[in-house]
């Protein structure tokens, strides 16, 4: 064996060179896995016992994409596409043999290979637009020459890798290997292709063509899905140029378009929330050698729609579940709801009749607390009140095994005042979910005072099992998310009395970029949460809607009115009623642009993201931006809150904030933290 560099070596058996890249932890293609390959296959080449080669990974993974802590940097030689550019030239036939996943940059190096085989398992896919960016290696002008300008474009805009069977029906991969023999089986696929004298196939002289109204037909059928974002529009540019110019020409676009997106700030942004997402799950001072607790039972309180939803969670990732709900009839309905669910997602053929069964096999309904007695994890979600929660946890204290973690999935409450009707607030943490819960990615885990950091630890690697993103806050009302969308919802009550209309709040909101602005939000959860007719006092605009049995999509009217498609068009009598009440409150009514309504909006919720970071309630500042990513909608491509600001600028939040101060000293005052960072000329990303 020689070792080409400290990431690459390369041996020779029997005429075939086999060139390994061992570059842990997903052998992204750094300079000096590059140099190593491009040397590799250059000395390979030159080998005249030589016949074929192999290219293949140590490790977990074939190559996982470029390295992407070195965008932004200066490129060190060789590039990436002198590498594929190098082994597509080789005079020797090359494989690529692929485990894991060949994600990216490391599909495009197998797409310059001649030949491709893979292990059933493993991934093939070009997710770069899912970091805001496009292949910039030749993968946009190789693969529709592979697998069509049908299936490259949806693969290179939906980010979303194939599995290796579909790739070999696709033709991306030229064999399947064994699950546990793929270097045996390239090599032996090597020496055969050189015995059978396959040729050394470039993909570049292959041709493309594409059915006439394709790219204008996939444009509208994913316009929606595509709003706001630069990435997939140009991914498009891309597989047109694939079709419509030669290979060298198409590749220059491609490079074209992809410097343009690099440089630009959605990238930067998605970049970022790549890395946060892997950021969040890292507890700062967790003691050395802390031993997660073992999982295997878990227990849930309330079979409501949020019990329910929790329940789903961990019964599609395996684990036994106990649903305990006082009130059988409720018992039932919330089992049947997740039965309900499960058949429907099989009905779409996302899931087998065998796995719907499985999943409620696992489940045990039952009345009674004491059969929680054994369970790894209990969680509570009965509705919002202290009393009761207490009352729980003063039960489970004496029911539930030691040992085991005890969770509240309050939206608001204070873990700490629940843990201390146990005698073991160690044993204590919160666990938010998002409605529906079954589908939102967030999950906000809650430290309290007396969290032991094994629980916190144990939660946080469980939450990534069940395929949450979990991030950990302190205690305080509303957490991280709920606490900051407090401001968004009073400024955007205030500025309808003020001058504007829900639908232009909505509007504004809608067009930076969120799903939904706040009322219809409001419309659409219901605005008849937590209000009741007897207790009514008629003062809010909420009150009135409900009153007058306004309460949202499902009685057809809210702040709008909705058809039977459930399409919402502005209501005239919510005007009058907006208008009558600014006129009680002797608000004298003005035009409010869409820069004041955004500003209000954001730049509120920006402040209180700071001072969440100044009470020490999140560990840093791209954990607010995941919490806003994953369980609020905030477009991906602006980064999260935080980000956000350091785009526009810390201090230009500050001079608004200032600005709008003059109607409001409380609402707008920035908080300590904001000033510091803006005074230091820095953002929120640069660290606490
Ligand atoms: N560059 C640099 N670091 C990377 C990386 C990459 N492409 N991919 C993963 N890492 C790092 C992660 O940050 C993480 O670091 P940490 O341990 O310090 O937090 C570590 O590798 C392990 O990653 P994961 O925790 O994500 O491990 P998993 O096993 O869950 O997932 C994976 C592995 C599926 C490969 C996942 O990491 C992934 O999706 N990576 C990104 C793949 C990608 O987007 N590639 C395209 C890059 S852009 C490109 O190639 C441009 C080209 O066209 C020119």
Redesign the pocket.
């Known amino acids: 064996m020689t070792a080409i560099n400290a990431v690459t070596d390369l041996t020779t058996q029997d005429g075939i060179a086999v060139l390994t890249v061992n570059s842990p932890?997903?052998n992204?293609?750094?300079a000096a896995v590059r140099q190593g390959v491009l040397a590799g296959i250059e000395t390979a080449g030159k080998d005249p016992s030589v016949q074929a080669i192999v290219l293949t990974c140590a490790g977990?993974?074939f190559i996982?994409?470029?390295?992407?802590?070195?965008?932004g940097k200066p490129m060190v030689e060789p590039s990436?596409h002198a590498v594929i550019k190098g082994i597509e030239a080789s005079p020797k036939l090359v494989v690529a043999a692929i485990h894991?996943?060949a994600?990216?940059?490391?599909l495009?190096t197998a797409l310059g290979c001649h030949y491709r085989v893979a292990v059933p398992s493993a991934?093939l896919g070009?997710?770069?637009v899912?970091?805001g960016?496009?292949?910039?290696?030749g993968?946009t002008q190789r693969l529709p020459r592979v697998v069509g300008a049908a299936q490259a474009l949806e693969m290179v805009t939906s980010?979303t890798p194939v599995g290796a069977r579909q790739a070999a029906e696709r033709g991306l991969v030229d064999a399947l290997a064994p699950e546990d023999g793929l270097l045996a089986f390239a090599v032996e696929y090597a020496r055969e292709a050189v015995a059978d004298g396959k040729p050394l196939r470039k993909i570049r002289d292959m041709n493309v063509q594409a059915e006439p109204g394709l790219f204008d037909t996939f444009r509208k059928a994913n316009a929606r899905k595509f709003r706001g974002y630069e990435a997939p529009e140009r991914n498009i540019q891309c597989i047109e140029a694939a079709v419509s110019q030669p290979f060298d020409e198409g590749e220059q676009t491609e490079r074209r378009l992809?410097m343009e997106l690099m440089t630009g700030t959605q990238s930067a942004a998605q970049r970022h929330l790549?890395?946060a997402e892997?950021?969040a799950?890292?507890i700062p001072g967790l003691p050395k050698g802390t031993v997660v607790r073992q999982i295997r039972k878990v227990g849930i309180i309330g079979a409501g729609t949020m019990g329910g939803g929790i329940s789903m969670n961990f019964l599609s990732a395996g684990y036994a579940v106990t649903i305990v709900e006082a009130n059988e009839k409720a018992l039932e309905r919330g089992v049947g709801i997740m039965r309900g669910n499960y058949e429907n997602t099989a009905k779409k053929g996302r899931l087998t009749q065998e796995q719907v069964e499985r999943n409620m096999g696992l489940l045990t309904a039952s009345m009674a607390f004491e059969d929680l007695a054994e369970c790894d994890l209990v969680i509570e979600a009965v509705f919002e009140n202290m009393q009761i929660k207490k009352e729980i946890f003063g039960r489970l204290d004496q029911i539930v095994r030691q040992g085991a973690i005890l969770a509240s999935n309050t939206s608001y409450l204070d873990i700490d005042e629940i843990a201390a009707s146990t005698k073991r607030p160690q044993d204590v943490c919160g666990m938010h979910f998002f409605s529906p819960a079954n589908v939102m990615r967030l999950l906000e885990v809650v430290k309290g005072e007396h969290t032991a950091p094994d629980v916190l630890e144990t939660v946080m690697q469980l939450s990534r099992r069940i395929g949450k993103v979990a991030v950990v806050a302190g205690v305080c009302h509303g957490f991280i998310g709920n606490r900051m969308l407090e401001p968004r919802q009073r400024e955007a009550n205030k500025l309808i009395l003020e001058g504007a209309m829900p639908w232009d709040v909505d509007r504004v909101i809608y067009d930076f970029g969120f799903p939904m602005g706040p009322f219809q939000m409001a419309d659409l959860a219901g605005l008849d949460i937590g209000w009741s007719a007897e207790t009514s006092k008629g003062v809010t605009l909420r009150d009135q809607l409900c009153e007058r049995d306004r309460r949202g999509q499902k009685t057809r009217s809210g702040f709008y009115d909705y058809n039977e498609k459930r399409e919402q068009t502005p209501s005239p009598i919510v005007e009058e009623l907006i208008l009558r009440a600014s006129a009680e409150r002797q608000i004298k009514r003005r035009r409010i642009d869409d820069q004041e309504i955004l500003e209000r909006c954001i730049y509120t919720m920006i402040n209180e993201g700071a001072r969440i970071l100044e009470e020490g309630k999140a560990y840093r500042a791209s954990d607010i931006d995941m919490v806003w990513l994953t369980g609020y909608g905030f477009p991906a491509y602006r980064g999260g809150p935080m980000f956000y600001a350091d785009t526009v600028g810390t201090r230009h939040v500050v001079e608004r904030l200032r600005a709008y101060q003059a109607s409001s000293e409380t609402d707008f005052a920035p908080s300590d933290y904001l000033l510091k960072v803006a005074e230091e000329g820095r953002g929120f990303s640069s660290g606490k």
């Open positions: 932890p997903v992204a293609l750094s977990r993974t996982a994409g470029a390295d992407i802590t070195e965008f990436l894991g996943t994600l990216g940059g490391g495009e991934k070009l997710p770069e899912k970091l960016l496009l292949p910039g290696a993968g980010g992809f790549f890395f892997r950021e799950q890292k």
